[in-house]
């Protein structure tokens, strides 16, 4: 049973770095095919995929968000981190990280999502 974690910074002061941990179980991220996502979901507002890392360690992006946003792994610890810089209070959601399944192209696994609040 795949499982995914996302770690809690809760309270991020603006024009800091936001900083998340994916934890991941019942699969290994460098498996073929697996593309491991970062989601959001601003407050009122839909999802909004921001970017992954693949099981080859290439990174994706959406555009709107590439200057400001990273995304590595430790493949010892089964693990991938997104950093988010230059935060604003617009950047105030719950973050989930997720598995996306590049056979169908579809995310088929979830983390519970952490909310984090950009405030000062």
């Known amino acids: 049973q795949v499982q995914l974690q996302e770690s809690a910074p809760g309270l991020v002061k603006p024009s800091q770095t936001l900083s998340l941990t994916c934890t991941v179980s019942?699969?290994?991220?460098?498996?073929?095919?697996?593309?491991w996502s970062w989601i959001r979901q601003p407050p009122g507002k839909g999802l909004e995929w921001m970017g992954c890392i693949g099981y080859s360690g290439s990174t994706y992006y959406v555009p709107s968000l590439k200057s400001r946003t990273s995304i590595s792994r430790d493949t010892s610890k089964n693990q991938f981190t997104l950093q988010l810089s230059s935060v604003t209070p617009e950047d105030t959601a719950v973050y989930y990280c997720?598995?996306?399944?590049?056979?169908?192209?579809?995310?088929?696994?979830w983390g519970k999502g952490t909310l984090v609040t950009v405030s000062s």
């Open positions: 997720a598995r996306l399944n590049g056979g169908s192209f579809g995310i088929d696994y």
């Open positions: 019942g699969v290994t991220i460098t498996t073929n095919n697996n593309y």
